[in-house]
């Protein structure tokens, strides 16, 4: 369990290094979104694996954090669809405010293992 744990955090952290980056870089950023969206992939796989042995013991802390770390997806996928204007400052704020809820979940739920 401890690989999957240190998998999934390291992606949450490439993601929120590219997140930023796509989100904050001047000029062309289709290679900040595009590595984002790679990150994706390990983090879902992480995410799932470490669902699956987490619900058991945490069931509606766990669905908590899926649901907020879909949310946080969901929210950069909209920002990153509006290619001709920068994504708005209380989008940006959302995001933070989601990144950091998805966060303080994931720790509780290792923490209540």
């Known amino acids: ?16 290094i590219f997140g930023t980056l796509a989100l904050t ?5 289709k290679n900040f979104i595009l590595t984002t969206r790679i990150i994706y992939l390990p983090l879902f ?3 799932i694996i470490a669902a699956f042995r987490s619900a058991q013991n945490q069931p509606i802390l ?4 899926i649901a907020a770390a879909l949310i946080l997806i969901a929210l950069l ?11 708005s400052n209380l989008m940006l704020i959302l995001v933070l405010l989601v990144f950091t809820l998805t966060s303080v979940l994931g720790i509780a739920l290792v923490l209540n293992r």
Request: hydrophobic residues 50%; positive net charge.
């Open 62 to 65: 766990t669905v908590a954090k």
């Open 45 to 47: 796989v992480s995410g």
């Open 1 to 16: 369990m401890e690989i999957v744990i240190s998998i999934h955090l390291l992606s949450v952290l490439a993601l929120a």
């Open 77 to 87: 996928e909209i920002i990153f669809s509006k290619k001709e204007r920068q994504g």
């Open 25 to 29: 870089a001047e000029g062309p950023k």
